[in-house]
């Protein structure tokens, strides 16, 4: 079992940066896959950027040259850093990894891009 715990959520304007992390409780060098998703209102939970245990990385096509994901190893931490930041971007977002599919969830973050 890993416990995952997002931080670094919050208010931010349009064009605005905001970096958010993901600590998890134990050693995840075994975790294939990692990634963060998120949620925004009334809308159906979406797979944002994600990246293998090799350092292979996938983005949604609205965030494609806007994110950037990476994760550490030996600090067991996964970081989702959002520059240009739209309105449209405003969601929970969460922190998923698993072996072979994403069975571990953080509780997730808030991000509101609101001017």
């Known amino acids: 079992q890993v416990q995952l715990v997002e931080s670094g959520g919050g208010l931010v304007q349009p064009g605005g940066s905001l970096r958010l992390s993901c600590a998890a409780s134990r050693s995840f060098w075994f975790l294939n896959v990692m990634g963060w998703y998120r949620q925004g209102p009334g809308k159906q939970r979406e797979l944002v950027a994600g990246?293998?245990?090799?350092?292979?990385?996938n983005y949604a096509d609205s965030v494609k040259g806007r994110f950037t994901i990476s994760r550490d190893n030996t600090k067991n931490t996964l970081a989702l850093q959002m520059n240009s930041l739209k309105p449209e971007d405003t969601a929970v977002y969460y922190c998923s990894a698993g072996v072979n599919k994403y069975d571990y969830w953080g509780q997730g973050t808030q991000v509101t891009v609101s001017s």
């Open positions: 990246i293998t245990r090799g350092g292979s990385t």
